[in-house]
C-alpha cells in the first residue's frame, strides 16, 4: 500500500517502530532544534549534534560519523551550503562513492493532489546533462518505490508536450529516456514526456489537449529540466499555497537532509521523516 500523504509516512515509521541515528551539524538555530525535538519525541530518530568554531570541522566530524557507521542519516544544520557539500563530496572522506551523481528530491505534500509528488532537482545540478537525467529519473523510482508505490509514473518535464530540439537541445534526451525505462533499466516504473506540469498532473488538462500519455495526469515524480524550474516551482509552491514539503540528498552512502536555513520547522521535520523511510 503507497504512502499518499506525510500523515500516513508518520503512521508508517510508528508503526514499523522506525528510529535512526542522526548526524546533525551544527544544529544552532531554532528551527533546527525544534525538528530534532519533535522527531526524537515521536521517536524516529536520536539526534547525534555536533558543533564547533569552525563548521566545516563540525561538517568533517559527522561526516567521519556517518562513514564510521555511527549514524545513518547526516542533517544540515545552521551551516553554510559550500563547507557542508564539500566535507560530502570530500573524495578521501565524503560519502559520494565514485561516479554516484549527487541530486536533490523534493517531496510535495499539495493541496488536493491525491498523492505525494516527487520532482527533481531544485536544488544542486545546474544544467542536468543526459547521464544526470538519466540517474534522476532512476533516483525518483527508487524513492517512490521506498513509498509503496509499485509502479512510480514519472514525467520529463518541458513547457510543451512536443520535443524542441533547436530550442531546447535537452529534449531531444527525453525519447532515449523512455525507451531505457520501457527495457526496465529504472526498474518498474513508466516513464514520459515532455509533459509540462499540467498535463503530468491533470487527467483533465490531458484530456482537453488529446494527448496520449501513460502517465493519464497522474504523475507520482517530475524530472524539472533544470535547477531553475525546479527551485522556481519548489519555492511557488511553498510561497503561494498551503504545500508542506521535504528535501534530501540522493547519491550519497546515505540519506542527507539539506534544506534552506530560512525553511520552516515543519519542512526541516519532514525532511528528517522522510529520510528514515529511505
Known amino acids: 500500500m503507497s504512502i499518499k500523504s506525510f500523515d500516513e509516512l508518520f503512521a508508517h515509521l510508528r508503526a ?22 519533535r522527531a526524537k519525541e515521536e521517536g524516529f530518530i536520536e539526534p547525534l549534534p555536533f558543533h564547533d568554531a569552525d563548521p566545516a570541522t563540525a561538517a568533517a566530524r559527522a561526516v567521519e560519523a556517518v562513514r564510521e557507521g555511527r549514524a545513518d542519516i547526516l542533517m544540515k544544520g545552521f551551516i553554510n551550503s559550500a563547507p557542508f557539500l564539500h566535507a560530502i563530496i570530500d573524495k578521501e572522506k565524503g560519502i559520494l562513492p565514485a561516479g554516484r551523481v549527487l541530486t536533490h528530491i523534493a517531496v510535495a505534500e499539495i493541496q488536493g493532489y491525491p498523492r505525494l509528488l516527487f520532482f527533481s532537482d531544485p536544488a544542486v545540478i545546474p544544467f542536468p546533462t543526459q547521464e544526470q537525467r538519466e540517474t534522476q529519473v532512476d533516483y525518483l523510482a527508487h524513492t517512490c518505490r521506498r513509498f509503496g508505490i509499485e509502479e512510480p509514473r514519472i514525467a520529463l518535464i518541458h513547457c510543451q508536450e512536443k520535443a524542441d530540439t533547436r530550442h531546447f537541445p535537452y529534449t531531444a534526451g527525453y525519447a532515449d529516456i523512455i525507451s531505457k525505462a520501457q527495457a526496465g533499466e529504472y526498474g518498474r516504473c513508466i516513464v514520459d ?86
Open 16 to 37: 514499523k517502530k522506525i528510529c535512526k541515528r542522526v548526524a546533525v551539524i551544527c544544529p544552532d538555530d531554532a528551527c533546527t532544534q525544534e525538528s530534532l525535538r
Open 193 to 278: 514526456g515532455p509533459l509540462d506540469v499540467k498535463t503530468a498532473c491533470s487527467p483533465e488538462a490531458l484530456a482537453e489537449k488529446h494527448i496520449p500519455s501513460p502517465i493519464a495526469g497522474k504523475a507520482d515524480a517530475l524530472v524539472m529540466p533544470d535547477i531553475e524550474a525546479g527551485n522556481v516551482f519548489y519555492k511557488t509552491l511553498t510561497l503561494f499555497t498551503q504545500t508542506r514539503t521535504a528535501g534530501l540528498l540522493q547519491g550519497t552512502d546515505v540519506p542527507v537532509v539539506m534544506t534552506s536555513r530560512a525553511d520552516t520547522v515543519d519542512s526541516k521535520y519532514l525532511s528528517l521523516c522522510t529520510a528514515c523511510l529511505l
